[in-house]
């Protein structure tokens, strides 16, 4: 049974400047929620307790974000404002949470290489720390773990992506063995729409088998001169098996402002504070666009 979890969460988010220049991107909110505490709880609905996040400069705040804040709490008490007391309290025991920093920006393969020792020979999962991906069902790191549980090897999940965009993910080459899940044979980062193997990209989520870390240890620098967790993959494909999940669900891309934009809309509506109000601003405010 996979326990832990890792979630890289170091990156400078130079997308979303000036806001990334003293609040790390993890922690810019989706209505009134950081994006990584919807990754953290999408972890722990899947089964996971441990969790080590890799954090850098800048990050302290998602230290705090999931630490006991004592001040709080008790002007919480004093005001009687007990929904949120539980609230705030239930953050600090979602899981535990371990924290390691990444001195440099070294890319996605350098910052999960800094997990080996805490994941002492297990199999785990990794969750990107600035990305949403939800489902009607099962989490979809979950729905990972029983595919893994199913094979006993590496996993990673899949999303259909329109061919003008394939440049911009990870994309797998491989078979089918069922109707959701395809077996690989190999992994290419960010290739041209004429040279892509497919138009299912790499989303997010990942299973990986311990045996990851002796290939992240050994490659070199690949695009960007950084370390690259698709390179790595692309070496342990040749002896160990791994697949592909075409996972039930969304991913919510609030990389750029429009998806951030979109995604703090949909989920607003998800929102039964204020979805009734929005729905209604929402049905106005477009009657009268052109």
Not at 44 to 67: N, Q
Not at 169 to 193: M, R, S
Not at 213 to 224: A, M, T
Not at 278 to 287: C, G, V
């Amino acid at each position: 049974m996979i326990k832990k979890a890792v979630i890289p969460a170091a990156g400078y988010g130079t997308r979303f400047l000036p806001i990334t220049k003293s609040q790390p991107k993890e922690m810019i909110p989706i209505v009134d929620t950081p994006v990584i505490q919807y990754v953290v709880e999408e972890a722990v609905a899947s089964g996971i307790t441990d969790i080590l996040m890799i954090i850098g400069k800048g990050k302290r705040a998602i230290e705090e974000h999931f630490d006991r804040s004592p001040i709080l709490e008790e002007t919480l008490l004093e005001k009687g404002n007990f929904d949120m007391l539980e609230k705030i309290r239930k953050i600090s025991d979602l899981a535990n949470i371990h924290f390691v920093w990444q001195k440099e920006m070294n890319g996605l393969g350098d910052a999960i290489r800094l997990a080996r020792y805490h994941v002492n020979n297990e199999p785990f999962a990794i969750l990107l720390g600035d990305t949403l991906v939800k489902s009607e069902g099962k989490p979809v790191t979950r729905q990972l773990i029983d595919v893994y549980e199913q094979y006993g090897s590496s996993v990673v999940a899949l999303e259909k992506v329109k061919p003008e965009m394939i440049h911009r993910y990870g994309v797998i080459d491989g078979t089918p063995v069922d109707a959701q899940v395809l077996k690989a044979t190999d992994w290419i980062e960010k290739p041209n729409p004429s040279e892509a193997p497919s138009n299912l990209a790499i989303a997010s989520r990942y299973i990986f088998t311990p045996e990851i870390f002796d290939y992240l240890e050994h490659i070199l620098p690949g695009k960007n001169n950084e370390i690259q967790l698709t390179d790595a993959m692309r070496l342990m494909v040749k002896k160990y098996p791994m697949y592909g999940l075409i996972f039930n669900g969304k991913r919510f891309d609030i990389g750029n402002k429009l998806g951030f934009l979109k995604t703090n809309i949909l989920y607003g509506l998800q929102d039964e504070e204020i979805r009734d109000d929005l729905r209604e601003w929402l049905i106005a405010f477009t009657a009268g666009l052109k």
